[in-house]
């Protein structure tokens, strides 16, 4: 009986002893604070130049154990550059000269998401480069890699307040940036950590009717696929609910690695974030898709400490769950346009002949067009966005300060898309918005000279 009582004590301690090491608990020290950026779209470096605009936004990026940013362009020398713009691309061929790494560190940018729609706009070759630079410049990174695992695992930062988990993906990518694993004789495939999303368009029980009947007067319909409550038209499903919209289904198999390796990051670290780059159901829209919520819900659940959504380039609703901020779209932090060179492709999408037009005649078109009715770049809104600045106490956010930010719509095209704090009536605007989108996740947000604050 002693031997026996003396093996379920032993048992216990080893018990124990898992949940100290391998908790999903957060354990990072009081004051903890995570800054939180969106979208950098930057082609040259910032800092060094000391924009006027710009200085009181790197005291806010300097003041943070952790600051946040999705790196939405590629990183090289164009004149030294091996890889070739891609055919399949992110709507615009996004690169920066080799100066932008050690300006992004210097700026006070630790950590960042690399998984986007731009991650392959110049193939593997680019995402390599952009990759070394980014690991010369000592910014850890995730999102991407030479395989499927490796772009799904963590990355981790340490700081003198507890290490830190960084897990990365995309719902919005070109297709052929899919990373893929190792099966049988065939290798990995580099790229990027997806999450397939299966899109649904909802209409009225009565307009569901009318597109049958479209279907089944083409030819080569076949009646024996036929579903009852769906019909598939020109490759686009609908089905019938009660009002119009975009409808979401998460791949089965990506959420569940997502789910597994965030799970390990939180195992490995003291604070987790998870970090998704997500368009649906397009740039014009400022509520998240249908499936987000219960989403970024699950990912909390767990272990994240931080949801953080970047791609639609405006601002989306904030909520508090568990005592944990998700963020559904922080918007533009920078929108520096002056991307050259460009690839043939772009010129021919826009009718425009490099014999003859400059990139930047190419690049105003495409910010300026109306592609398939979502609003263009052209429009003030995608130029107003926010730092989003959260302080943890006891393991759990005690204040969330958002500080409005304008990318200078009104400037000169050589001079737009930096980053400055917004005041007066702007600010205000910009975050009664932000109130606005918030209200539906009961997030309560305080103006108080020309910041925002969440107090949960």
Not at 169 to 196: I, Y
Not at 374 to 400: C, H, K, M, T, W
Request: contains cysteine; negative net charge.
């Amino acid at each position: 009986m002693q031997e026996q009582s003396q093996l379920d004590g032993d048992n216990r301690e080893k018990v124990e002893a898992y949940d100290k090491v391998g908790s999903l608990a957060t354990n990072v020290a009081d004051g903890f604070t995570l800054v939180a950026v969106g979208d950098l779209i930057v082609t040259r470096p910032v800092s060094k130049y000391r924009h006027p605009v710009f200085d009181e936004i790197v005291n806010i990026l300097h003041n943070a154990d952790v600051t946040f940013g999705n790196m939405e362009t590629n990183i090289f020398d164009i004149r030294s550059f091996e890889g070739s713009p891609q055919a399949e691309y992110g709507g615009a061929y996004h690169v920066s000269v080799p100066a932008l790494g050690p300006d992004l560190r210097a700026m006070g940018f630790n950590i960042m998401s690399y998984a986007n729609n731009h991650t392959f706009d110049w193939g593997v070759e680019g995402m390599r480069k952009t990759c070394q630079v980014l690991d010369e410049s000592g910014i850890v990174f995730a999102g991407v890699g030479e395989n499927l695992s490796q772009a799904a695992a963590a990355r981790f930062l340490e700081t003198p307040r507890g290490r830190v988990a960084l897990v990365s993906f995309a719902s919005t990518f070109t297709p052929m940036s899919r990373a893929c694993d190792p099966a049988g004789e065939a290798g990995g495939r580099p790229g990027l950590n997806p999450l397939r999303l299966k899109e649904e368009i909802v209409v009225t029980p009565e307009m569901l009717e009318n597109l049958k009947q479209v279907r089944n007067a083409l030819p080569n319909f076949n009646s024996g696929f036929e579903e009852e409550d769906r019909v598939v038209l020109a490759g686009m499903t609908f089905k019938a609910g009660d009002s119009v919209g975009y409808s979401y289904d998460p791949n089965a198999s990506d959420v569940s690695n997502i789910l597994r390796n965030v799970r390990q990051g939180k195992q490995f670290a003291d604070f987790c974030i998870v970090t998704n780059h997500g368009h649906e159901p397009g740039n014009w829209c400022q509520q998240s898709p249908d499936y987000e919520q219960s989403f970024a819900r699950k990912m909390i659940d767990a272990g994240a400490d931080a949801y953080i959504v970047h791609g639609p380039h405006q601002l989306r609703g904030i909520e508090i769950y568990k005592g944990r901020p998700i963020l559904y779209s922080v918007g533009n932090f920078f929108m520096d346009d002056l991307r050259t060179p460009v690839g043939a492709d772009m010129f021919e999408e826009h009718g425009k002949d490099p014999r003859i037009h400059t990139d930047a005649e190419v690049t105003l078109d495409e910010m300026s067009k109306l592609h398939e009715a979502e609003l263009g770049f052209s429009d003030p809104v995608f130029y107003e966005s926010i730092i989003a600045v959260s302080r943890f106490e006891q393991n759990q956010i005690a204040e969330l300060r958002l500080h409005p930010i304008e990318l200078g719509y009104s400037r000169r095209f050589a001079n737009r898309g930096i980053p400055s704090l917004a005041s007066g009536d702007k600010a205000r605007a910009i975050l009664e918005r932000l109130q606005l989108l918030s209200r539906p996740f009961g997030t309560e947000i305080i103006i108080e000279n020309n910041v925002g604050i969440v107090t949960p």
